[in-house]
């Protein structure tokens, strides 16, 4: 029966992080100011989530006690409740503070706002002052609001991404981390970087491609873009995208070449072993 009807492998997330950022950045979200406290807090914990990378056990014990919620010039710096232990936290490592740093800082054109998670945290954190009864950062949006649930902050990010993903897909909240973080190596940021934000202890490097716990494949890959990052490949939207997740990017466009194609990027870097999540 298992050769019959193997089941299917989740390849990449088909949603797109660019898609839901626009819906971010249009009404009913904008203008915050006439946003209702749902739309609010919706867009907040995922632009929180998706600027830091973080899990959603960080993000749900964020809190607003004093000096855990701090305002500077060009950005907020956030630190979890006391009580909180990260999933990979030991007596050597301990996950470092959260600084979101304001698109003001990277970005001079106003429509850019729209997705700043510096403003988006500060809108929501007056808004929900007058209404405040806990110290945990996120909040219900209804009454009584109390403090919300890991599994709530979940439904929000897949609320936002359902609409967007292929038939037969599901939504994964934790998506948007593997999105961020493999976005953000694209960019070029130094892999040590992205592994401080994202409060990864260890990496573990994707080679050689052809290991059968790292990475299965259709065919063979081209060879890396870099000689020097030896921890990622290229590889068709039919591969098998390793653990935090994939980027799409386009092939560009040639004499005589078709329609763009899609391709992955995919990354490995994590806590535990090979092909476990994060």
């Not at 060009?74 to 006391?82: C, E, K, T, W």
């Not at 038939?167 to 940021?189: K, L, N």
């Not at 259709?218 to 997740?245: F, M, V, Y």
């Amino acid at each position: 029966m298992f050769n019959q009807r193997p089941p299917a492998r989740r390849l990449a997330p088909s949603w797109s992080l660019s898609v839901v950022l626009a819906v971010l950045a249009e009404a009913p979200f904008e203008p915050m100011h006439q946003s209702t406290l749902e739309h609010l807090t919706h867009k907040t914990v995922f632009l929180v989530a998706a600027a830091s990378a973080r899990r959603r056990s960080c993000l749900h014990a964020l809190t607003t006690k004093p000096g855990f919620l701090r305002h500077d010039r060009d950005g907020i710096r956030l630190l979890p409740d006391p009580s909180f232990l990260a999933k990979n936290q030991t007596a050597s490592f301990t996950p470092q503070e959260i600084f979101l740093p304001a698109i003001t800082t990277m970005s001079s054109v106003e429509e850019d706002k729209r997705w700043c998670p510096v403003r988006a945290l500060r809108w929501y954190v007056e808004r929900t002052r007058l209404v405040r009864r806990h110290d945990q950062l996120f909040l219900v949006p209804r009454r009584p609001y109390g403090p919300a649930s890991k599994d709530s902050i979940s439904r929000w990010m897949r609320d936002l991404i359902k609409p967007h993903i292929a038939e037969g897909e599901s939504a994964r909240a934790h998506d948007v981390r593997g999105q961020a973080t493999s976005r953000a190596w694209f960019a070029g940021v130094p892999l040590e970087d992205i592994m401080k934000a994202a409060s990864w202890k260890t990496r573990l490097p994707l080679w050689p491609p052809t290991s059968p716990t790292l990475c299965q494949r259709k065919q063979p890959l081209p060879p890396p873009h870099s000689d020097n990052r030896r921890d990622r490949h290229w590889a068709t939207s039919d591969e098998w995208a390793c653990c935090i997740g994939s980027v799409p990017l386009k092939q560009p466009d040639g004499p005589g070449s078709s329609q763009p194609q899609d391709y992955h990027f995919s990354l490995q870097v994590g806590d535990g072993k090979p092909g476990e999540p994060n």
